[in-house]
C-alpha cells in the first residue's frame, strides 16, 4: 500500500469502489482491493480516523478525532459542513469510525473512555449505547443484510459483530496488527493495518 498510517475504510455500492482515510494526510483515497491508489481527493480535514458515503455516493462523512467531529464533503472534496461528536473525555479517545445505515442515519464509535456507539438523525443525536467487549473500538461498518454493525478492535485484535441495540452477536480473532479500518464487499472482509500499511483480505465470517 502507498499510503502511510490508513485509519479508516469504506465501501460504497453505488459506485463499487473502496475508500480510505489516513491519519496523517488530508486526503479520501480511492483504492482498489489489493490496496493500489487509483485516485485521491483532497479535504480540509484533519487527524482523518473513518470515512463512509451516502446511500447515493454523493456526500463523504469523514470522522477526525483531534477536532471530535464529523465532516461532510462533496466528491470534489468541498467541505459541506460538521456537527460535534460530544463524547470523549480525553482528546486522544475521540470518533474513530463512522457508518450509514439503510436510513441514512450516521452511526459514530467513540474509541474508548467512553467506548460508545452514537446514532445521528442528521445531526441530531438519538441514541448512544456504551459497549465493552474489546479495549478499544477502531472502525465501523454497517451490515444491512442483517440489520448490524461489525466492528475492529486495534488494541484486541478482533472483529465483532453487534446488533442495533449493541447486543454482541459474534467475535472473531484476527491476525492483523492494528486493525483500523473494515469495508465488506460480497463474501470478502477487508481489514486495513495502521502500522503495517497494507489491507488484509478474509473470508466474512459467519
Given at each position: 500500500?502507498?499510503?502511510?498510517?490508513?485509519?479508516?475504510?469504506?465501501?460504497?455500492?453505488?459506485?463499487?469502489?473502496?475508500?480510505?482515510?489516513?491519519?496523517?494526510?488530508?486526503?479520501?483515497?480511492?483504492?482498489?482491493?489489493?490496496?493500489?491508489?487509483?485516485?485521491?481527493?483532497?479535504?480540509?480535514?484533519?487527524?482523518?480516523?473513518?470515512?463512509?458515503?451516502?446511500?447515493?455516493?454523493?456526500?463523504?462523512?469523514?470522522?477526525?478525532?483531534?477536532?471530535?467531529?464529523?465532516?461532510?464533503?462533496?466528491?470534489?472534496?468541498?467541505?459541506?459542513?460538521?456537527?460535534?461528536?460530544?463524547?470523549?473525555?480525553?482528546?486522544?479517545?475521540?470518533?474513530?469510525?463512522?457508518?450509514?445505515?439503510?436510513?441514512?442515519?450516521?452511526?459514530?464509535?467513540?474509541?474508548?473512555?467512553?467506548?460508545?456507539?452514537?446514532?445521528?438523525?442528521?445531526?441530531?443525536?438519538?441514541?448512544?449505547?456504551?459497549?465493552?467487549?474489546?479495549?478499544?473500538?477502531?472502525?465501523?461498518?454497517?451490515?444491512?443484510?442483517?440489520?448490524?454493525?461489525?466492528?475492529?478492535?486495534?488494541?484486541?485484535?478482533?472483529?465483532?459483530?453487534?446488533?442495533?441495540?449493541?447486543?454482541?452477536?459474534?467475535?472473531?480473532?484476527?491476525?492483523?496488527?492494528?486493525?483500523?479500518?473494515?469495508?465488506?464487499?460480497?463474501?470478502?472482509?477487508?481489514?486495513?493495518?495502521?502500522?503495517?500499511?497494507?489491507?488484509?483480505?478474509?473470508?466474512?465470517p459467519s
Amino acid at each position: 500500500m502507498e499510503i502511510t498510517e490508513p485509519s479508516g475504510l469504506a465501501y460504497s455500492s453505488k459506485t463499487h469502489q473502496l475508500y480510505m482515510v489516513s491519519d496523517n494526510r488530508s486526503t479520501i483515497f480511492a483504492i482498489d482491493t489489493t490496496g493500489r491508489v487509483l485516485s485521491s481527493i483532497p479535504i480540509s480535514g484533519q487527524d482523518l480516523e473513518g470515512i463512509t458515503l451516502s446511500a447515493n455516493a454523493d456526500t463523504f462523512f469523514v470522522a477526525e478525532e483531534t477536532l471530535s467531529q464529523i465532516t461532510s464533503y462533496l466528491p470534489n472534496g468541498s467541505k459541506v459542513s460538521s456537527f460535534p461528536i460530544t463524547v470523549r473525555t480525553e482528546t486522544k479517545h475521540g470518533p474513530e469510525g463512522v457508518t450509514t445505515d439503510n436510513s441514512g442515519h450516521l452511526l459514530v464509535i467513540n474509541e474508548k473512555l467512553p467506548m460508545m456507539l452514537l446514532e445521528y438523525a442528521g445531526t441530531t443525536e438519538v441514541r448512544r449505547t456504551t459497549l465493552s467487549y474489546t479495549t478499544d473500538i477502531s472502525d465501523i461498518c454497517y451490515d444491512a443484510a442483517s440489520d448490524a454493525f461489525w466492528i475492529v478492535s486495534d488494541e484486541s485484535q478482533m472483529v465483532i459483530k453487534i446488533s442495533r441495540s449493541g447486543a454482541l452477536l459474534g467475535q472473531w480473532s484476527m491476525t492483523v496488527n492494528q486493525g483500523e479500518g473494515i469495508a465488506f464487499i460480497g463474501n470478502k472482509m477487508y481489514i486495513v493495518s495502521d502500522v503495517d500499511a497494507k489491507l488484509y483480505v478474509y473470508v466474512k465470517p459467519s
